[in-house]
């Protein structure tokens, strides 16, 4: 199943960054999805595959 993802989206993953959050915004889309902590603001890329396996589900949702 493909997930849609959109610019502004904040998704909560399964397992908790290292400063404490589960929450991410999506700040770039393509082949790779760009995503920013939402506590201490450290950015990582990961392969959208990994992203929909690692993902709990959505907060909040970007425009469309």
Do not use: N
Not at 11 to 30: F, I, N, Y
Not at 46 to 64: C, I, N, S, V
Request: with cysteine; net charge positive; hydrophobic share 40%.
């Amino acid at each position: 199943m493909v997930v849609e993802f959109r610019m502004g989206d904040v998704v909560r993953l399964k397992k908790a960054h290292p400063c404490g959050s589960l929450e991410w915004e999506v700040v770039r889309l393509g082949a790779d999805i760009g995503l920013k902590c939402s506590i201490c603001r450290h950015q990582i890329m990961l392969q959208r595959a990994t992203l929909e396996r690692r993902m709990k589900g959505f907060t909040k949702r970007g425009e469309q």
